[in-house]
């Protein structure tokens, strides 16, 4: 069954230091993944997306992700937070050959907070 | 601004009200998804249309019904309200192939009291 796991519920770091927020997924073939922010009181945004080539996939407001296969990882970095990127970040998968069932299946998100 | 929008901005109704929530998509877009988020839930996937028809079926409440349109907008039905539904509710459009992404609406938050 196709699952996404967002390990961590909450993510502190300081301003200016890197950041990382953590996914591991599961899908019977090669996945499309997704990263979503959502800001306070607002709905989610795209922020980047895996679907083939370059494991490495750069995406909005300075962020990236390194999909590993081997680790079933897609998880989302930036070289220097900033208190600005503080929201709710969600990983979504997809399995493209999963007939009917192809949905979207999101985490549970991951509260971030960038402290100055 | 996604494109995508969504009225009414906030709804308080009683328990055992029906309401709708509307949903318009991004210029292009075919395919409309509606999700319901709450604190203890998370975020949680309702339904999705595409191109007027339904497309996948998610954790929705035989009480919830959608429809989309002809001219592809959506409506979410919302019927015998209870206080658990009170949420945000989503409407996101995307394209829709499986590699595209989504764009999410505004969000209407409905208080059932």
């Known amino acids: 069954a196709q699952s996404v796991a967002q390990p961590e519920d909450q993510v502190n770091v300081a301003e200016g230091n890197p950041l990382t927020v953590k996914c591991t997924y599961s899908v019977s073939g090669n996945p499309y993944l997704f990263w979503y922010v959502q800001y306070p009181n607002r709905g989610l945004q795209f922020l980047l997306k895996?679907?083939?080539?370059d494991n490495l996939v750069k995406g909005s407001y300075g962020f990236e992700a390194e999909f590993n296969k081997s680790q079933t990882s897609f998880h989302l970095k930036k070289p220097s937070a900033l208190v600005s990127d503080s929201a709710l970040y969600f990983c979504a998968v997809r399995d493209p050959i999963a007939g009917n069932n192809r949905k979207l299946i999101w985490g549970l998100g991951t509260s971030l907070a960038v402290n100055p | 601004d996604s494109g995508v929008t969504q009225t009414p901005k906030h709804l308080i109704t009683a328990t055992g009200q029906r309401v709708t929530l509307r949903c318009s998509p991004r210029s292009g877009d075919l395919s409309v998804y509606w999700y319901q988020q709450s604190l203890d839930q998370g975020l949680q996937f309702l339904i999705q249309?595409?191109?007027?028809?339904?497309?996948a079926k998610g954790n929705i409440l035989e009480r919830f019904s959608a429809q989309q349109f002809p001219d592809l907008h959506s409506e979410l039905n919302l019927s015998s309200l209870e206080l658990g539904d009170s949420a945000l509710y989503f409407c996101?459009?995307?394209?829709?192939?499986?590699?595209?992404?989504?764009?999410f609406g505004p969000g209407t938050r409905l208080t059932v009291l």
């Open positions: 249309y595409y191109n007027g028809e339904e497309r």
């Open positions: 895996y679907i083939t080539g």
């Open positions: 996101a459009s995307s394209a829709g192939g499986a590699y595209n992404e989504q764009f």
